[in-house]
């Protein structure tokens, strides 16, 4: 079987690459397993020099790496660029702080001496998507990697380009080979991956649907599992919001990367109050949404990354509309080559309809009108996702008691739209997924935390 890398823009093929037949990728799992047995004994100083080259090369080959991006999946190239600077954010966090996070704790107990040690798990497997090609593989790869582990990685399919320039940066910062991979394999290899006895852990960013196959096969064989899925996030719009500020956010949330990010701005929840105003501004401001080639630097919007893509959210519109719907803005094909989809706006949304109760994975935005707040917090929570919301507002304190005893998700964002941070856990609750990326809390998922008791 061939991986294809086309061209969201003209729907032409760039490239075909041969996927890894099993016993190629048995191979290199075998090889990996054996390399961690060394890198695990390496120094601490030695890793950090190896990471901190990786994001000197990630600065150098900026361009060309943004350039493999877009091309293969569509992102405008501002963001692109964006992206690999978050990489080499990320990098330098996890440098700075590593010795620190992995720093034994004394316990004071009963016994001579007792402590925590913290110790790698061994082979960490990667399922990664295509909407971040490289900053959702960096933020698992670089604390795992620091912490003694070694990784496979199994990339989107559509995106085999991207895979493959992330394993040669590794191999150019002199990492020793094997510690990082890259398989170009489809779907259907993963459960055997994961199954196999020299992988210890796996990582899943995806949908939630992949997520559940996933955590199947791990807690079949008991391997340890992270996973981040789909979200289907709130914003609460309160009378009291900054309104111009909040349209802003909101829109930049929604636009981000053409709409297709699991933590992207989707439902609107606005109160009765600012509810007329809001709408009014927020569709003017994606009306002016410039959409086109991801290579023109003025454009915020690219193509969808894949036709299906595109099939799936024009889908859902037209669903929700025949259901009952307003379409204020968007929702028609652009007529041009290329997978591209216009920034939309609905109303009138109600919990039958796709744009209440799905994940919309475009650049389409849901506008619903609460009656008051406790009614937007209601129907906020009323969704089988929790990964990140955020609410506008000028009373803070209300907010962040919202925020923290309320609002059902992994994060929320007070007068800002939801983003990543490599200081801050990232992740989900409840279909949204588990276990945490980023920060310290990220790195300790695949870390054994070890009990070390001297009589």
Not at 218 to 236: F, H, I, M, N, Q
Not at 282 to 307: H, S, Y
Request: charged share 25%; net charge negative; glycine share 8%.
């Amino acid at each position: 079987m061939l991986l294809k890398s086309i061209n969201p823009s003209s729907g032409e093929t760039i490239r075909e690459y041969p996927e890894h037949q099993w016993e190629e990728i048995d191979q290199i799992i075998r090889n990996v397993k054996t390399a961690f047995k060394s890198w695990k004994t390496t120094t601490l100083t030695y890793r950090i020099e190896r990471i901190k080259e990786v994001a000197r090369l990630l600065e150098i080959k900026k361009e060309g790496l943004a350039f493999t991006i877009s091309i293969e999946m569509g992102k405008p190239i501002n963001e692109s660029r964006a992206e690999i600077d978050k990489c080499i954010w990320v990098c330098h966090y996890y440098c700075d702080n590593i010795e620190t996070f992995l720093q034994k704790r004394i316990i004071t107990t009963e016994a001579q001496e007792s402590y925590i040690s913290f110790q790698p798990l061994g082979v960490v497997l990667a399922v990664m998507p295509w909407n971040f090609p490289f900053w959702q593989v960096f933020r698992f790869a670089v604390p795992a990697i620091l912490a003694g582990n070694t990784a496979i990685l199994k990339h989107a399919s559509n995106v085999p380009g991207c895979a493959i320039a992330i394993e040669d940066l590794f191999n150019e910062a002199d990492f020793p080979y094997d510690v990082f991979r890259t398989v170009l394999a489809s779907n259907r290899k993963v459960e055997r991956m994961i199954a196999n006895k020299r992988v210890s852990a796996t990582t899943l960013t995806g949908s939630t649907k992949a997520g559940q196959s996933v955590a199947e096969t791990a807690g079949r064989y008991l391997k340890k599992c992270v996973l981040e899925l789909g979200g289907s996030d709130p914003y609460l719009i309160f009378d009291d919001a900054d309104l111009n500020h909040a349209v802003d956010a909101c829109v930049k949330g929604r636009l981000i990367n053409t709409g297709q990010s699991c933590i992207g701005a989707k439902r609107f929840i606005v109160t009765p109050g600012i509810y007329n105003d809001f709408e009014n501004l927020f569709v003017e401001k994606m009306k002016a949404a410039t959409i086109g080639d991801p290579f023109d630097e003025k454009n915020q919007l690219g193509p969808m990354a894949r036709g299906n893509i595109r099939e799936d959210i024009l889908s859902q519109v037209n669903k929700s509309v025949s259901k009952g719907a307003t379409l204020l803005c968007g929702g028609q094909l652009i007529d041009s080559p290329g997978y591209y989809f216009p920034a939309t706006v609905l109303s009138n949304i109600q919990p039958e309809q796709p744009a209440y109760s799905q994940e919309l994975f475009g650049p389409v935005a849901s506008l619903i009108r609460a009656t008051d707040e406790q009614d937007a917090i209601r129907i906020a929570n009323d969704t089988t996702f929790g990964l990140g919301s955020a609410i506008f507002t000028s009373d803070i304190e209300k907010a962040k008691q919202i925020g923290e005893q309320e609002l059902e998700a992994g994060c929320c964002f007070v007068n800002d739209f939801v983003r990543s941070d490599p200081r801050l856990p990232f992740g989900g609750i409840k279909e949204s997924g588990y276990g945490r990326e980023l920060s310290v809390f990220g790195l300790y998922e695949f870390i054994n935390i070890k009990t070390i008791y001297v009589r």
